[in-house]
């Protein structure tokens, strides 16, 4: 699977004919699922003035276009729905400037969190949801998602990760409510669950819905960790959900991770085997046998390729004839693909 990768490159969220050839090669290059990038399920939820966004119907068209020529392809469009919370409104990761965007760049004031925490100092410190405000956050991600099933989307993903809104809540480190939504490991996945129930009651009982998770903020004992997250997992599993995507980090920005290869593996791992629930994989997965390992040895249900898939759109289709397994090249391109002679 293709991981949504944000590529900061849309005017009031609509998307273009970048996003057509960046989504559109990768599902050439023979990825099983292609994931769109984290789109904005309100204009307030983009993390830049940059991204793209399911707000309103009008993006609608664009995304089918896109999605009509990933299933063009033999692959399966999904699409990841987020709100980027308390690190929203701020400049693109290649802007020489960092942290909040001015309100005459783009930028827009209040931004919204569990609590009154800013991300860092140079991001803008958010004010707290009210009740009021939860509830339309939950109408925002329904509204989307009804919007991404116009569109032709098959899967929808829920971001809950990487320090955003959802995964906001799910963190003592970014959550100090007192209500309802805070507190307890009960009521602070409340919203979450209240987000997923919604969509799920929505999505058609045939398609997947995915979530994605930080399995672990990287900041035991304070903050969300692995234990939280296979619990929250038996949960999501009860509620419809289909597939973790595992993931890690994002809620602080001085966070210590031993970044290696698959070095995220082992969350899926126990998650899938303790929650009994499928589980993609991401994290500096570069190489054929690496990824089939994973999957061989019950690791992973789904290899989630970022990086990767940036260097090389072609990557499943080169994995394969590592692998010497038969795969279809494009019919355009039957002159550079393997000879039948190959799998001989």
Request: glycine content about 8%.
């Amino acid at each position: 699977m293709v991981s949504p990768m944000c590529q900061y490159s849309y005017e009031d969220g609509f998307s273009n004919d970048w996003h057509l050839v960046h989504l559109g090669s990768r599902a050439v290059g023979g990825a099983s699922v292609v994931m769109v990038e984290a789109t904005a399920v309100e204009a307030r939820g983009r993390i830049t003035p940059q991204d793209l966004g399911i707000w309103k119907d009008e993006h609608i068209p664009n995304l089918q276009r896109i999605v009509e020529f990933i299933e063009s392809q033999g692959a399966v469009p999904g699409i990841q729905l987020a709100h980027a919370g308390r690190k929203a409104s701020v400049y693109r990761p290649w802007d020489k400037r960092r942290g909040a965007v001015s309100e005459k760049d783009g930028g827009w004031r209040p931004v919204f969190a569990p609590s009154a925490i800013p991300f860092a100092d140079n991001y803008v410190l958010p004010e707290a949801l009210s009740i009021d405000g939860i509830i339309a956050i939950t109408d925002s991600f329904v509204r989307a998602a009804e919007r991404a099933l116009k569109a032709g989307f098959s899967i929808v993903e829920i971001h809950c990760a990487h320090g955003y809104l959802l995964h906001e809540f799910l963190s003592p480190v970014a959550n100090k409510r007192t209500d309802m939504y805070g507190g307890s490991f009960e009521n602070r996945i409340r919203l979450p669950l209240e987000v997923v129930r919604a969509v799920r009651q929505l999505w058609p009982e045939h398609l997947p819905v995915f979530i994605r998770i930080s399995a672990t903020d990287w900041l035991e004992p304070q903050g969300w960790d692995l234990e939280q997250s296979v619990k929250l997992a038996c949960i999501l599993k009860k509620e419809g959900v289909d597939l973790i995507d595992c993931s890690s980090g994002g809620m602080v920005d001085y966070a210590k991770i031993p970044a290696g290869p698959g070095y995220q593996v082992p969350f899926s791992e126990r998650i899938h085997k303790e929650a009994d629930i499928m589980t993609g994989t991401v994290g500096i997965i570069t190489q054929a046998m690496q990824a089939e390992t994973i999957l061989e040895s019950g690791q992973a249900s789904v290899i989630v390729i970022g990086r990767q898939f940036l260097r090389d759109p072609y990557w499943p289709l080169h994995a394969a004839q590592e692998l010497k397994k038969k795969i279809e090249w494009p019919c355009q391109y039957h002159l550079v693909s393997p000879t039948p002679e190959y799998f001989r």
